[in-house]
């Protein structure tokens, strides 16, 4: 069960792994592949901004409420990298990579929401910060769907 501290640290960390893995992973495969895909990094540029935006929100809050910001574990890290790495395969296609990027916003949801309803949050302004999160997946989700007909049109 989350207070509202634990529930910030919960929020912060999980928009700094996202980032990462968005700003590093897999624009890495993107990019080293050769994929042309630029409205979909265009598209990553901006959820890559999204997640910055969030995780400043979230340590911003935990900076006035005097909590110091725990540093991401690197096994934090390297579970959610090697989550990816593994479902993109050298036959990877633009549709499948978009399917990883809409599947891991989906969980992010899910996870968003289950420990947001588990949890005892008194300020009005984390659960904004938490629906924001939520409407930012949703957005990027449906901007992927928009990509993936047109590529799907295109074959």
Known sequence: MYDDISFLEYIYEKAKIEQELIGGTLKKII?????ELENVNIIIK???????KIASSAKTMLERRNKKIKEISIFSKMMKHMSVKINITAE????????ILIQES???IDEII???KEAK??????RNLSDRFIIYEQ????????IKIRESKNI
């Open 31 to 35: 990019e080293l592949r050769n994929i």
């Open 46 to 52: 901006e959820q890559l901004y999204n997640y910055r």
């Open 92 to 99: 990877s296609e633009t549709k499948d990579i978009i399917n």
């Open 106 to 108: 989906k969980i992010n």
């Open 114 to 116: 289950k420990n947001s």
């Open 121 to 126: 949050i008194k300020s009005k302004s984390i």
């Open 139 to 146: 957005e990027f989700i449906s901007k992927l769907k928009i």
